[in-house]
């Protein structure tokens, strides 16, 4: 019996959806192919007839974890709800459905060129989603004020991953959100 084009494209879309997963709670290179085909019930043979290289695997799976992102967005009515919402010990705890630029942030340094693109695409997006969310103010323009914030975000969230005692993993998201929200709070009075 042969292979559809919709049962490839039913694996490939599976394939992708393990390695967007795996590699937000391992890192790019903390899964190799073999356990993400295993893992999709694929073959390691079968994994040129879905992708040119590793590279392509990549950023076909960081493009669908940052559909997630998008899906998030979608349903983020302000600021204050983002903020309260991203800086917490489940997601914390949950790299794997939680935010791909948080979870490869670290990678990204060693990225390959087209999947730092991507990268560099999706923080465009998110810095303009925050600046839409941000009040004005005369004090300091949206878009450095989106640049803060994401910055503090993603850098709270891997801090908060990296130390090892629980208190100050969740001193630092409860912190580093407080200040946030207190930040946006004093810039919506100053305009």
Not at 11 to 19: D, E, F, L, N
Not at 58 to 75: G, I, P, Q, R, S
Not at 99 to 122: H, P, Q, V
Request: include cysteine; glycine fraction near 10%.
């Amino acid at each position: 019996m042969g292979y559809s084009k919709s049962d490839k494209a039913e694996t490939h879309t599976r394939i992708v959806s393990v390695a967007a997963k795996r590699f937000r709670e391992r890192g790019l290179e903390g899964i190799g192919v073999a356990d993400v085909m295993k893992e999709a019930g694929v073959t390691v043979g079968g994994f040129y007839k879905h992708f040119g290289s590793r590279d392509e695997l990549v950023v076909e799976a960081l493009a669908a974890a940052f559909k997630d992102l998008d899906v998030w967005e979608e349903h983020t009515p302000d600021m204050a709800h983002l903020l309260q919402n991203y800086l917490t010990e489940a997601h914390r705890d949950a790299p794997g459905t939680g935010c791909a630029m948080g979870a490869l942030l670290g990678d990204m340094t060693r990225g390959s060129k087209s999947a730092r693109a991507l990268y560099t695409e999706r923080v465009k997006r998110s810095m303009a989603f925050f600046s839409a969310l941000l009040p004005s103010s005369q004090r300091s323009d949206k878009r450095r004020r989106a640049l803060l914030i994401l910055s503090a975000l993603l850098g709270a969230l891997n801090l908060s991953r990296a130390v090892s005692d629980p208190d100050l993993s969740r001193e630092i998201l409860d912190g580093v959100r407080d200040e946030l929200i207190g930040l946006v709070k004093a810039g919506s009075h100053t305009g």
